[in-house]
């Protein structure tokens, strides 16, 4: 996610961008203290895998806890694009907001505050060491759930509604094109938002099931649970490698969309075609040349033969004229 993000010139400018670096940072660090799994537990807990010692333990529970930043800067990523979709903030008008600054101050001092006042509680949770207190770790991600649930619901009415009016106004484009442009952030927004819903409730429930004494009763869910608390970064990563793999399709079919007329123009059978139209085209032309020039012969030789039958009655109207001058003499 770091990468991809450090290699998209524009999402690396934006806030969205910052926020999902921030967030990789510390779902790395979080991942760190999981990868060790029971190995830092006390030897003396009689644990598969353990090996540790209490320092280990609370070494471990300190960077998992502090993971857990990064489930509160998903409720920062919700905040952004809410104030991006319904309340139509630009990216500069965030910037010079105060609360461009609360939205990583607040995550992290939370996540903070916890870890380190957790220390002197980090103790054995069978899969590794985390705190121990009973419902003390468990609020605040409730509390962040809550937020960040009640923010994509309160979007996704907000696209529905915006939809409908364009929908009923589609002769204006401008809304039109406010619509288009709040459907493709939600989405995205759904896109990013998608590995926070399937990485923190079910950590939530194996908190709760933990806090009770139940989780042992349910293997299949503690282990599924174990297992879906991890894969914050490869939920994220699969998400935004699809959404990076469906922009590709669409550059790729906009290309071949634009190349496929111009390989067939410059095809032989193209080629031929097109000669045999013009061709074809031309003979019409030649024939109406040819139809004029015999028009324009046929109509100089009837001029001709007009002016010569003209030339003859002359001729022979000439000497009868004078035989009747002569003639008129003599009677004289």
Same mark, same amino acid.
């Given at each position: 996610m770091i990468i991809g993000v450090m290699r998209d010139k524009e999402k690396k400018k934006k806030v969205i961008g910052e926020l999902i670096i921030t967030l990789s940072c510390f779902d790395i660090i979080g991942s760190l203290g999981y990868a060790f799994t029971s190995l830092p537990i006390p030897e003396q807990d009689y644990i598969y895998g353990a090996k540790g010692n209490p320092a280990s333990c609370t070494a471990q529970g300190f960077f998992i806890q502090l993971g857990t930043i990064s489930l509160y800067i998903n409720v920062s990523i919700a905040f952004y694009y809410m104030l991006i979709i319904q309340f139509s903030w630009r990216e500069h008008k965030l910037r010079k907001s105060p609360v461009y600054y609360l939205l990583y101050v607040v995550p992290i001092t939370v996540g903070a505050i916890f870890a380190f006042a957790a220390i002197p509680f980090y103790e054995n949770a069978i899969l590794w060491c985390n705190n121990s207190q009973k419902y003390w770790s468990e609020i605040p991600v409730a509390i962040a759930i809550a937020i960040a649930t009640y923010l994509m619901l309160s979007l996704c009415w907000f696209v529905?509604?915006?939809?409908?009016?364009?929908?009923?106004y589609s002769a204006r484009s401008s809304t039109n094109d406010r619509a288009s442009l709040s459907k493709q952030f939600f989405y995205q927004s759904m896109v990013y938002l998608g590995a926070f819903y399937l990485t923190w409730p079910a950590y939530l429930a194996l908190q709760v099931m933990l806090a009770r004494g139940n989780a042992f009763s349910n293997y299949g869910f503690y282990l599924f649970a174990g297992t879906a608390v991890t894969l914050q970064g490869f939920w994220n990563f699969l998400f935004h490698s699809g959404l990076q793999l469906r922009m590709v399709k669409k550059r790729?079919?906009?290309?071949?969309?634009r190349a496929i007329p111009s390989v067939m123009r410059n095809t #032989?059978?193209?080629?031929?075609?097109?000669?045999?139209?013009?061709?074809?085209?031309?003979? #019409?032309?030649?024939a109406s040349t040819r139809q004029s020039r015999q028009s324009r012969q046929s109509r100089q030789s009837s001029n001709d033969r007009r002016s010569s039958s003209k030339e003859m009655s002359v001729a022979t109207?000439?000497?009868?004229?004078?035989?009747?001058?002569g003639a008129e003499k003599e009677e004289e």
């Amino acid at each position: 996610m770091i990468i991809g993000v450090m290699r998209d010139k524009e999402k690396k400018k934006k806030v969205i961008g910052e926020l999902i670096i921030t967030l990789s940072c510390f779902d790395i660090i979080g991942s760190l203290g999981y990868a060790f799994t029971s190995l830092p537990i006390p030897e003396q807990d009689y644990i598969y895998g353990a090996k540790g010692n209490p320092a280990s333990c609370t070494a471990q529970g300190f960077f998992i806890q502090l993971g857990t930043i990064s489930l509160y800067i998903n409720v920062s990523i919700a905040f952004y694009y809410m104030l991006i979709i319904q309340f139509s903030w630009r990216e500069h008008k965030l910037r010079k907001s105060p609360v461009y600054y609360l939205l990583y101050v607040v995550p992290i001092t939370v996540g903070a505050i916890f870890a380190f006042a957790a220390i002197p509680f980090y103790e054995n949770a069978i899969l590794w060491c985390n705190n121990s207190q009973k419902y003390w770790s468990e609020i605040p991600v409730a509390i962040a759930i809550a937020i960040a649930t009640y923010l994509m619901l309160s979007l996704c009415w907000f696209v529905y509604k915006s939809e409908k009016a364009s929908a009923r106004y589609s002769a204006r484009s401008s809304t039109n094109d406010r619509a288009s442009l709040s459907k493709q952030f939600f989405y995205q927004s759904m896109v990013y938002l998608g590995a926070f819903y399937l990485t923190w409730p079910a950590y939530l429930a194996l908190q709760v099931m933990l806090a009770r004494g139940n989780a042992f009763s349910n293997y299949g869910f503690y282990l599924f649970a174990g297992t879906a608390v991890t894969l914050q970064g490869f939920w994220n990563f699969l998400f935004h490698s699809g959404l990076q793999l469906r922009m590709v399709k669409k550059r790729v079919s906009s290309a071949l969309s634009r190349a496929i007329p111009s390989v067939m123009r410059n095809t #032989p059978r193209s080629q031929n075609f097109s000669q045999e139209s013009t061709g074809g085209s031309s003979s #019409p032309r030649r024939a109406s040349t040819r139809q004029s020039r015999q028009s324009r012969q046929s109509r100089q030789s009837s001029n001709d033969r007009r002016s010569s039958s003209k030339e003859m009655s002359v001729a022979t109207n000439e000497p009868s004229t004078a035989l009747s001058i002569g003639a008129e003499k003599e009677e004289e």
